[in-house]
């Protein structure tokens, strides 16, 4: 199953399209990430939350990505 750029939990849909992977994570929110440049790497836990709440923040204001 796949897991999450950010967190490595489960995600609950993932989807890859031709430059990006859409990733819909119950515990980060809607991303998409480029499946040219990968993913930024997460190396502490501090990362974690400040990019996970970041994404919470881009779909509150209505950031999500397009289907």
């Not at 796949?2 to 031709?18: F, G, K, L, N």
């Not at 994570?25 to 836990?45: D, F, H, I, K």
Request: proline content about 6%; overall charge negative.
């Amino acid at each position: 199953m796949p897991v999450c750029a950010i967190c490595d939990s489960d995600v609950t849909e993932y989807e890859v399209q031709e430059l990006l992977t859409k990733f819909s994570c119950p515990r980060c929110g809607n991303y998409e990430a480029s499946t040219e440049n990968g993913w930024l790497p997460v190396e502490t836990s501090q990362h974690r939350v400040r990019l996970s709440g970041w994404v919470h923040e881009q779909n509150a204001a209505g950031e999500v990505p397009s289907e």
